[in-house]
């Protein structure tokens, strides 16, 4: 009883501890463009590909980044998982 008790305790801890969160980008520029994250405090920088659709995934142990730099302007000052991106023009929408 003891060690099934520890086995739910540490399975919930650990549940809360680490998150992946992902945004799919499509890049209608003909040049790769960056954009620089902040993830639970740790600094995350991602290249996106020139003419590409891709998806992108942070760790956090949230599931959103602050946006805190990079070449595209997003019209928002976070990427939460789940969401889809459009850039052109170096501008996401």
């Known amino acids: 009883m003891k060690t099934m008790l520890l086995t739910l305790g540490c399975l919930l801890a650990l549940g809360g501890v680490a998150h992946a969160g992902s945004v799919r980008i499509e890049n209608g520029d003909s040049k790769a463009h960056t954009i620089q994250l902040k993830c639970s405090g740790s600094a995350k920088?991602?290249?996106?590909?020139?003419?590409t659709t891709a998806t992108y995934t942070f760790?956090?142990?949230?599931?959103?980044?602050?946006?805190?730099?990079?070449?595209?302007?997003?019209?928002?000052?976070?990427?939460?998982?789940?969401?889809?991106?459009?850039?052109?023009?170096?501008?996401?929408?």
């Open 59 to 93: 760790h956090s142990t949230s599931k959103s980044c602050d946006i805190v730099g990079g070449t595209i302007a997003f019209p928002t000052s976070k990427l939460e998982d789940g969401q889809r991106w459009q850039v052109k023009g170096g501008k996401a929408k």
């Open 45 to 51: 920088s991602v290249e996106v590909r020139a003419s």
